[in-house]
């Protein structure tokens, strides 16, 4: 089942399990079992920490549990946890094995208070990037505490159940028999869910800090240089970010990243989350900024207002919160958001096998997702706004050569249908006729762009007709020492590398501010 140069790395990594525990699997008689059983012998075959019985008797097949004699752990993959989600397998088996997580030592004793019953199961998707996170939080609590529970389902081998449950979003989070969330999810925002107290102790906590020399507004890429230049210069920071990492979390493949010929988003966002951890700065994550107090006078201090009721001042910020895919804003969107409609195609694709999609958006991420679906689906038709794609050629000279895929030119969506349940349709206006349209569908992707995340700044910071923060060749914005960088400013260009440099100019920026205004 693992090559070589696999089994080399897990070996190596398997050295790390310091107490032995056993691995329990159900199994039947299918290509999938026989596939499992091949991947769990393997695994056994490179340490004498852990050992495989073949005897379980849990109604998902194929299926394994990890078990620690003498713990009270419930952990379990329904399905074989390779793409994306063999690092989540390879973190569990070194969890239940006693290495120590890497996790905040307040986060872990948080986790090990939580009371109750608490039985999750998270459906995902072998090709999902978002999913691994959710597994892996979720892995980790039950490893941690005996009352949480939790097993990891691939939905394209356990079809019967998404289904059964009208799954067409992955990660799809049930406890205990209840849909609990859908999309990425780490274990804090976990916590904040489940710890009905945690918002307002965090807030509490936040309160209390002492005013930063430069708070940075935003966790990713942009946000992330803008700390670690403010850090090396000696000076008191701050991140508070609705979620570190920003949009870089729902990037797949990175290949213009300079020097790091290629990655994943979430390997990109753990790096920048571990790089600003070398440094002397307050990170401050789950903290979604609803109001800006600017400074009155030069030498006062600005506020920054969340909604989670904290406020935090400093002398000096950094707006850095990106922006986040763009909506059709039609009717039955919102409706069948997580039910059909999808943002995400490497996601939520392999739940579409066989089926019927659109794709909306002719630029390249629409015509990228075209080309990708085409490979799972029975049939993709991209609708494009304008007459023509913006696509760059070689993608749609490879889209041109797809069978089972379509495009229709000059078409503007106009509603989402569905029958209660799910998606069935959609209806697109013909802007040559102006005739409406209706194509039976199952799934529909929306890819048109991106939209600032900058509605909490109206009034305050002078934004652009398209809601960007304006901003001038140092990061200035019109507030004098409240700069901005990456992808919520009115610099051309939304990349990952761009954002990076024009995290690290506002951050210097910030400093040169500092130095001569106090």
């Not at 002397?280 to 400074?295: E, F, G, T």
Request: net charge negative; aromatic share 6%.
């Amino acid at each position: 089942m693992l090559d070589a140069n696999l089994k080399t790395q897990l070996k190596a990594y398997l050295e790390k399990v310091s107490q032995p525990f056993e691995i329990v699997a159900s199994l039947d008689d299918s290509d999938k079992s026989r596939e499992l059983l091949g991947l769990l012998q393997d695994i056994v075959g490179l340490t004498d920490k852990i050992t495989l019985k073949t005897d379980g008797s849990d109604a998902r097949r194929p299926s394994f549990s990890l078990n620690r004699p003498g713990a009270d752990i419930s952990l379990r993959f329904a399905g074989i946890p390779m793409g994306h989600e063999f690092t989540s397998l390879v973190l569990a088996l070194l969890q239940v094995g006693g290495h120590p997580s890497k996790l905040d030592q307040d986060v872990i004793e948080q986790v090990k208070a939580i009371e109750g019953e608490f039985n999750f199961e998270t459906y995902f998707s072998l090709s999902c990037q978002n999913c691994p996170d959710v597994v892996q939080a979720l892995n980790l609590m039950a490893v941690l505490n005996p009352n949480i529970r939790h097993v990891a389902i691939d939905g394209a081998l356990f079809q019967d159940e998404v289904d059964a449950r009208q799954i067409m979003s992955v990660p799809s989070l049930y406890l205990n028999g209840e849909l609990f969330s859908q999309g990425r999810m780490g274990v804090e925002e976990i916590l904040a869910k489940i710890d009905t107290g945690a918002a307002a102790r965090d807030a509490d906590k936040l309160n209390a800090k002492a005013a930063f020399d430069v708070l940075v507004i935003g966790g990713g890429p942009a946000g992330a240089a803008a700390a670690i230049y403010a850090a090396r210069k000696g000076i008191r920071t701050g991140v508070a970010a609705e979620r570190l990492g920003g949009q870089v979390l729902d990037t797949m493949a990175i290949e213009n990243f300079i020097s790091v010929q290629e990655t994943e988003g979430p390997k990109l966002a753990r790096a920048l989350e571990e790089h600003i951890k070398q440094y002397d700065v307050d990170i401050m994550n789950l903290q979604r900024a609803s109001a800006l107090i600017p400074a009155k006078a030069e030498g006062e201090l600005h506020e920054v207002r969340f909604e989670s009721g904290a406020a935090l001042k400093a002398k000096t910020l950094i707006l850095s919160t990106g922006a986040r895919w763009r909506e059709m804003n039609v009717p039955g969107e919102q409706e069948y958001r997580g039910r059909g409609v999808a943002y995400c195609p490497h996601c939520d694709g392999p739940l579409f096998k066989g089926k019927r999609v659109a794709v909306i958006g002719g630029g390249n991420s629409g015509v990228e997702a075209a080309i990708d679906l085409a490979g799972i689906v029975a049939h993709v038709t991209l609708i494009e706004f304008d007459d023509k794609l913006r696509a760059d050629a070689v993608l749609q000279k490879k889209l041109a050569s797809l069978p089972n895929v379509n495009v229709i030119k000059s078409a503007l969506t106009t509603e989402v249908k569905g029958d209660g349940q799910k998606v069935n349709g959609l209806v697109y206006k013909d802007r040559t006729t102006d005739q409406l349209q209706t194509l039976e569908l199952e799934g529909i992707f929306v890819q048109i762009g991106l939209l600032p995340n900058s509605e909490w700044l109206k009034g305050v910071v002078e934004l652009s007709p398209r809601g960007e923060i304006i901003v001038d060749a140092k990061g200035q914005t019109n507030i004098p020492g409240v700069f901005a960088a990456g992808d919520v400013t009115t610099v051309p260009y939304k990349q990952i590398v761009i954002a990076v440099g024009e995290g690290a100019k506002a951050s210097l920026s910030a400093f040169d501010h500092l130095i001569r205004t106090t």
